[in-house]
Nanobody, 129 residues
Framework: QVQLVESGGGLVQAGGSLRLSCTAS????????MAWFRQAPGKEREFAAA????????YYADSVKGRFTISRDNAKNTVYLQMNGLKPEDTAVYYC??????????????????????WGQGTQVTVSS
């Protein structure tokens, strides 16, 4: 069983920045592929960013590319999402997700919410205009 706890959400003005963190339980975090998804009110959960188990591959949705950066610190069992240049349309609940044991880096798998077995409770990000 993997538990994920997100933090770092909040209210920020357009153009501002936030850094989300997600800390995972378990001794084998370094073998987890990790991702961030987000869900706005009335919309489906959508892919934002993903990182392979070693951090060698990262992928982003077109809507966040160039503004968001995903990274991981395996020594701290933590994955981060640095969000710069925030826009009102980035307002959503952000969820981190874990795919334990996936040691590949295929985009099609890493960007699909159906690939992830474990999810955090979510953290709210609100961007005011």
């Amino acid at each position: 069983q993997v538990q994920l706890v997100e933090s770092g959400g909040g209210l920020v003005q357009a153009g501002g920045s936030l850094r989300l963190s997600c800390t995972a339980s378990g001794r084998t975090f370094s073998s987890y592929a990790m991702a961030w998804f987000r869900q706005a009110p009335g919309k489906e959960r959508e892919f934002a960013a993903a990182i392979s188990w070693r951090g060698g591959s990262t992928y982003y949705a077109d809507s966040v590319k160039g503004r968001f950066t995903i990274s991981r610190d395996n020594a701290k069992n933590t994955v981060y999402l640095q969000m710069n240049g925030l826009k009102p349309e980035d307002t959503a609940v952000y969820y981190c997700a874990a795919d334990p044991g996936y040691l590949g880096s295929h985009y099609s798998r890493l960007m699909s919410r159906y690939s992830y077995d474990y999810w955090g409770q979510g953290t709210q990000v609100t961007v005011s205009s």
